[in-house]
């Protein structure tokens, strides 16, 4: 009799609770967004690392002492690194299932990504406006 109970339940009641439904849909979202963002920076990118090929330190540091190559380069290590954190973010919530180890994993993935944008924006900007 308890078979024919749950026979009698709707999909929908049979998957309710089941996955997450709080946050895909802007993680995904999110995902496309800096996609988008990272093609024209991707070629302003290399566009500008081409133009420093050759340069020493005061070639390097005059050209990034401008401000829109200076800029492209923050903005495309930042939005490449928020990038890289979602996709992280993704697989380790898809593919580890012990909670615990899940929780530690997207902390370490978070300070990760945290110090590496910190070292990051550092680096550029001790280059490019450093005396």
Sequence with gaps: MANDV???????KKIRHLGSA????TQARMMHMTSIALMPLTIAFVWILLGLIGKDYAGVHASLGHVVPALVVLLF???GIYHMQLGMRTIIEDYIHGRHAKEW???ANAFFCIGINIACLFAILKVGFSA
């Design 6 to 12: 749950q026979s009698l339940q709707t999909a929908s």
């Design 22 to 25: 709080k946050s895909g849909v």
């Design 77 to 79: 290590t930042g939005v």
């Design 105 to 107: 994993s997207l902390m």
